[in-house]
T-cell receptor, first 114, second 116 residues
Framework: NAGVTQTPKFQVLKTGQSMTLQCAQD?????MYWYRQDPGMGLRLIYY???????DKGEVPNGYNVSRLNKREFSLRLESAAPSQTSVYFC?????????????FGDGTRLSIL | AQSVTQLGSHVSVSEGALVLLRCNYS??????LFWYVQYPNQGLQLLLK??????LVKGINGFEAEFKKSETSFHLTKPSAHMSDAAEYFC??????????????FGKGTKLSVIP
């Protein structure tokens, strides 16, 4: 069972470059999420998609855009990368958006911006 | 707004000793509560959750947690630590009242080291 798959696993960018992080889930989940994880900060929500066709901002959306391509896929785009966006990015999904549903996480994308 | 406080960014225990990782939350209503574990270079895995019902919740790998409303706490315990328990542990809450219920708020994490 693949669960939540993120690509790429590692990436190095130069300041100002753009890139899209890909995420796909095979659990037929309705809701999907993007988080960033920084040392000592826990995980912070960037954007989420409660259901196909909808997206909403989370705690730290500035500098990012998202696309819910279909039920399975939810991508995160950095239009003009900045060193402050160096982080580990996690995609997650849940069966529904209700708060009692656990979220299932991918293995992360480690992004460095020089 | 909700918040989660995990006391101790690093905790060390001896193999076979009790593991106690502390989590306190701030919420206007009793939230849904979760503990996740993260092994190096991996994503987060659900250990256990509390939504309703019995306040003592058992999870995977011998862990359990007790929801104490009066103390606004959800501490994670395991009677006997194994070397394989070395990882980072995150407490998280979500708001059951409707608005923002999709969102998990995470604590900053506690890194557990197990000494042989």
């Amino acid at each position: 069972n693949a669960g939540v798959t993120q690509t790429p696993k590692f990436q190095v960018l130069k300041t100002g470059q753009s890139m899209t992080l890909q995420c796909a889930q095979d659990m037929n989940h309705n809701s999907m999420y993007w988080y960033r994880q920084d040392p000592g900060m826990g995980l912070r929500l960037i954007y989420y998609s409660a259901s196909e066709g909808t997206t909403d901002k989370g705690e730290v959306p500035n500098g990012y855009n998202v696309s819910r391509l279909n039920k399975r896929e939810f991508s995160l785009r950095l239009e003009s990368a900045a060193p402050s966006q160096t982080s580990v990015y996690f995609c997650a999904s849940s069966e529904t958006g209700w708060g009692n549903q656990p979220q299932h996480f991918g293995d992360g994308t480690r992004l460095s911006i020089l | 707004a909700q918040s989660v406080t995990q006391l101790g960014s690093h905790v060390s225990v001896s193999e076979g000793a009790l593991v106690l990782l502390r989590c306190n939350y701030s919420s206007s209503v009793p939230p849904y509560l979760f503990w996740y574990v993260q092994y190096p270079n991996q994503g987060l895995q659900l250990l256990l959750k509390y939504t309703t019902g019995a306040t003592l919740v058992k999870g995977i790998n011998g862990f359990e947690a007790e929801f104490k409303k009066s103390e606004t706490s959800f501490h994670l315990t395991k009677p006997s630590a194994h070397m394989s328990d070395a990882a980072e542990y995150f407490c998280a809450v979500s708001d059951p009242s409707g608005a923002g219920s999709y969102q998990l708020t995470f604590g900053k994490g506690t890194k557990l080291s197990v000494i042989p």
